[in-house]
């Protein structure tokens, strides 16, 4: 029986999950409901390419220092460039920024195809039009399973224009107070 899900209504987490067991299928469903901020992190490759993906794990560690802390699973296609970088730029988005957040969450490589990016700072590739982007230098990767909790000191940045925070709940994209 799933405790988690009324008959009433249903998520898309709900969905039965063959071979998983109920504990972690809980546990999945109960952060797939956790409505989350999102970020998109960028870097460059050890060849100089553009890097990047989107992020709900984003958070703030210390203000003295400015320190912020994102995770990232070790199998990503960034991780290799996150593993080997000193500096990257953490993006704060906006609701106007729902389709670069599906751009750089999809499992392609064409994430820098387009004209929603520049180089900025150090040569590091900067997502147009967020409501704010920080470069920071990497001061700890800590793995932890499959996965790397990475600590970031902020060394500059800039705000844009401010707007509604994108959130990510039940696998997608929403505005505060927009319908499920």
């Known amino acids: 029986m799933n405790t988690f899900a009324s008959p009433e209504r249903r998520y ?30 960028t870097a460059l490759s050890t060849s100089g390419d553009p890097v990047g993906f989107t992020a709900t794990s984003l958070a703030s560690l ?54 929603h990016w520049y180089r900025g700072p150090h040569g590091l590739p900067i997502i147009k039009d967020v409501t704010s982007w920080m470069i920071g230098r990497i001061v700890e990767r800590f793995p932890v399973h499959n996965n ?6 902020i060394e500059q940045g800039e705000l844009g224009d401010d707007d509604l925070p994108l959130l990510y709940h039940e ?6 107070g927009e319908p499920a």
């Open 62 to 115: 210390a203000a003295v220092p400015p320190l912020a802390t994102f995770n990232i699973a070790r199998s990503a296609s960034s991780w290799p460039a996150l593993a080997e970088t000193e500096r990257l730029v953490i993006h704060t988005l906006g609701v106007r920024n729902r389709t670069v957040a599906q751009k750089l969450a999809a499992a392609n490589s064409q994430r820098f195809d387009g004209d």
């Open 171 to 176: 696998r997608t994209y929403f505005a505060p």
């Open 12 to 41: 898309p987490s709900d969905r039965v999950e063959p071979d998983v067991t109920p504990d972690l299928a809980a546990f999945r469903q109960s952060f797939r409901r956790h409505a989350a901020g999102v970020a998109i992190i």
């Open 148 to 153: 790397a909790v990475v600590v970031v000191q």
